[in-house]
């Protein structure tokens, strides 16, 4: 039996016009799809890290590394599942509030380790960083709460621990 699990894939690429479009062809063509992408330079100015969520089994994440790999830009490929990383991910969020909730959200907010940006009569806008999961846990919360009214996520970053 296979079993999908999501997998946090770290691409360094040659910081060219086109690199990115290249890895994100090769996952379309494929058929594989990217839940979360995040892409920025490195302390190398030539050079990029691609962050990127997926899932598939394992033979499927094989499959993309060694695929990925036979692209010229890229320069190294990690699963960071398959080691002991950090993750973190960015959320804002705008919330409408009234009399009764906007003690609510600022409570829930402080619970869940976030800072409240904004704060109008009738809403209330929290940035809030953390795992997948633990952001995934703040936004179950929250929409108990309080109206969503616009949600961003960064989608996720992630490194390696230790050396």
Do not use: W
Not at 14 to 32: I, K, T
Not at 125 to 133: A, D, H, N, R
Request: aromatic share 2%.
């Amino acid at each position: 039996m296979r079993t999908e699990q999501r997998h946090i894939i770290s691409i360094l690429l040659q910081n060219e016009a086109g690199a990115l479009a290249r890895v994100a062809g090769m996952f379309s063509a494929r058929g594989y799809n990217i839940e979360s992408l995040s892409v920025a330079p490195t302390h190398e100015p030539t050079v990029s890290r691609l962050t990127l969520v997926t899932m598939g089994s394992e033979s499927v994440i094989d499959q993309i590394i060694k695929q990925s790999r036979k692209l010229v830009d890229v320069v190294e490929i990690t699963d960071l599942t398959r080691d002991d990383h950090l993750e973190a991910e960015l959320l804002m969020i705008k919330v409408a509030v009234d009399g009764s909730s906007a003690r609510l959200v600022v409570d829930c907010a402080r619970r869940h380790r976030g800072l409240i940006l904004d704060e109008t009569e009738a809403t209330r806008t929290v940035q809030l960083t953390g795992t997948g999961s633990e952001v995934n846990a703040f936004l179950s919360e929250i929409a108990g709460i309080a109206k969503v009214l616009e949600l961003v996520r960064s989608g996720t970053a992630a490194i390696k621990r230790g050396l």
